[in-house]
């Protein structure tokens, strides 16, 4: 880069000091911060974004980040759809509909994978205790409840929603007449299992921590590895549009979420504090959210790519159970050249 200094600027003509001055003026115009409009789900699954965003990697890179909380991706997709969102970390489900409806959104880094567990109430987990299939169990619920069990997850279309009801139907094979699926934010959905509104739950991290702890009597009846193995779950998506209007913005962003990934495998006792800030809304001990960063529900991934196998058989359920009209073409809503480009780096 050449240098101007002033006494240079003032020893030119007047047509050429203008000129010098323009071109600092441009220059200066390029170093401003590029604003990104990030909306995240409350989860550790994401928790990549806490620690870029937290640790001032961001803001190093000129990029200035404006974080929004969703109550559920579906909810998100929706911000998405307006325009007034850039970057999404949340789950891929929503997505998958997202493209599905004209929506133009890529799929650039994972984030998290067999993040989803089913939990259940104190009646559902002395049932299933006893012995016998889950179904059996399930079942046993219902007829003392005189009603069926009601499962409480997030909306239709997100990832809890479609692994609970993959699960239901597909390995634990429950009789759908003895069970309810109610649809709920991710919040209400750990506080309707608390109060007993539920006898079960699928729920992520950090309320699988957070709800043990509250009540033992609530046991995890399946993780999520047991559900389907390389459970796709939470990844970083961007718009298409701003992909073309800021790509170097674009791959800092991806960039910097491999290196936050590769943070959060090494060193989740720094990383806790960056999550329980965004997170705990100082509710929560910095101790309770490094237990969910270590446990079953929060495995760390980055590759998009790693995900892809396990994504089309779950947009294929999603087909199979209405979510989406007809099956898309992956390779369109996954674009691996940041996260190779990052990592060759």
Do not use: C, H
Not at 1 to 22: E, F, N
Not at 176 to 184: G, Y
């Amino acid at each position: 880069m050449v240098a101007i200094d002033r006494r240079s600027v003032l020893g030119l003509g007047a047509g050429a000091a203008a000129l010098a001055l323009s071109g600092l003026g441009r220059r200066a115009s390029a170093a401003e911060p590029v604003e990104v409009r990030v909306g995240f789900i409350p989860v550790t699954g994401v928790a990549q974004l806490f620690v870029l965003d937290g640790l001032g990697w961001a803001k190093e890179q000129g990029l200035n980040l404006k974080l929004t909380q969703f109550a559920s991706g579906p909810n998100l997709i929706q911000a998405v759809a307006s325009g007034g969102i850039d970057a999404y970390f949340a789950g891929v489900g929503p997505l998958i509909v997202a493209r599905q409806k004209g929506i133009g959104v890529k799929v650039v880094a994972a984030t998290a994978v067999e993040e989803v567990a089913v939990l259940g109430g104190k009646k559902v987990a002395e049932a299933v205790a006893k012995g016998g299939t889950l179904a059996e169990a399930f079942a046993a619920v219902a007829k003392d409840l005189g009603r069926p069990v009601k499962i409480a997850t997030q909306p239709k279309g997100s990832v809890p929603q479609t692994v609970l009801l993959y699960w239901i139907r597909k390995v634990a094979k429950i009789d759908e007449a003895t069970v309810e699926v109610v649809p709920l934010g991710i919040e209400e959905t750990q506080q309707a299992l608390l109060a007993g509104g539920v006898e079960a739950a699928t729920i992520r991290e950090p309320a699988i921590t957070v709800t043990i702890e509250k009540n033992p009597e609530i046991k995890i009846l399946v993780a999520g590895g047991q559900i389907l193995p390389n459970q796709p779950g939470s990844v970083f998506g961007l718009t298409e549009a701003f992909i073309e209007k800021q790509p170097a913005a674009a791959q800092a962003l991806v960039d910097l979420t491999v290196r936050a990934t590769e943070f959060l495998q090494k060193d989740p006792k720094a990383a806790a504090p960056l999550v329980n800030a965004v997170l705990g809304k100082g509710l929560l001990s910095v101790e309770t959210i490094e237990k969910a960063l270590v446990s079953p529900g929060s495995k760390f991934v980055a590759d998009p790519e790693s995900i892809v196998e396990s994504t089309k058989i779950f947009q294929d359920f999603q087909l199979e159970i209405g979510a989406i009209e007809k099956a898309g073409d992956l390779s369109q809503l996954f674009d691996a050249s940041f996260y190779k480009k990052a990592v060759a780096k």
